[in-house]
């Protein structure tokens, strides 16, 4: 009877261990898991033959994304929803993602390149972080561009002053290759009712892709 219960209680230890242990397994592996507002790309997609033009007046080209990690986002100046509200998300979030990866930087990337001077884009990325970088170029340039970013964007009634530009709300992600490595998707906005970005899913994921890249 004796030895009965030393083999109940030496069992029930093991499944004990056996069942922290994974417990610990699932918890590490939740906490690695990426979550569904972020597409990683099975194989990052190379970039070539990018022609930008900074805010400065200076070729913007792929050299500029390597040996980054490059948020880029496409929108214009004169946007009244989508781009302020992001690009404040992203200066808020700015430096939790330079302790992450000094590495980090954001690109704002201009699909207007009409009204949106070097001195317009140089002066309204500065009202939201100084560190952030602004391009662009002409449509025959930008469109190839930011087609090979994984984003689009369309201009209506451009004859008129006060048109609008379609663009999309992602945030995509180009890693220190300079290749396109994931695309941080938006959700709509309870309260807004416009797509963004989630910042603190955003710096989740950041975080998870940027420990599994081998140094």
């Known amino acids: 009877m004796a030895n009965t219960n030393k083999l109940i209680w030496l069992l029930a230890l093991t499944l004990l261990v056996a069942g922290t242990l994974s417990g ?4 590490n592996n939740r906490a690695n898991t990426l979550t569904e507002a972020v597409v990683v ?18 070729p913007f080209t792929e050299t ?11 929108g214009y100046t004169f946007c009244p929803d ?3 509200t992001t690009l404040s998300d992203l200066s808020r979030i700015y430096p939790e993602l330079m ?3 000094d590495k980090a930087q954001v690109v ?7 009204r949106d001077t070097p001195e317009r884009l140089k002066a309204y990325t500065a009202h939201f972080n100084s560190a952030f970088i602004a391009a662009t170029a002409e449509h025959d340039k930008l469109m190839p561009a930011v087609q090979q970013l994984g984003l689009i964007y369309g201009v209506h009634e451009r004859g008129e002053q006060d048109y609008l530009v379609d663009h999309s709300a992602s945030v995509s992600l180009v890693n ?8 941080f998707r938006p959700v709509f906005d309870e309260g807004s009712g416009i797509p963004l970005v989630d910042g603190q899913l955003l710096l989740q994921d950041f975080e998870r892709i940027v420990k599994r890249w081998p140094d």
């Open 64 to 74: 500029q994304l390597q040996d980054h990690w490059s948020l880029v986002f496409v």
């Open 176 to 183: 220190p290759n300079g290749e396109l490595h994931a695309s």
């Open 41 to 58: 790309y099975p194989e990052p997609r190379p970039l070539s033959n990018i022609a930008l033009t900074d805010a400065d007046g200076q």
């Open 24 to 27: 610990i397994a699932w918890y």
């Open 108 to 114: 704002f990337v201009s699909a207007d390149p009409e």
């Open 99 to 101: 302790q992450l990866s």
């Open 82 to 84: 989508i781009c302020p």
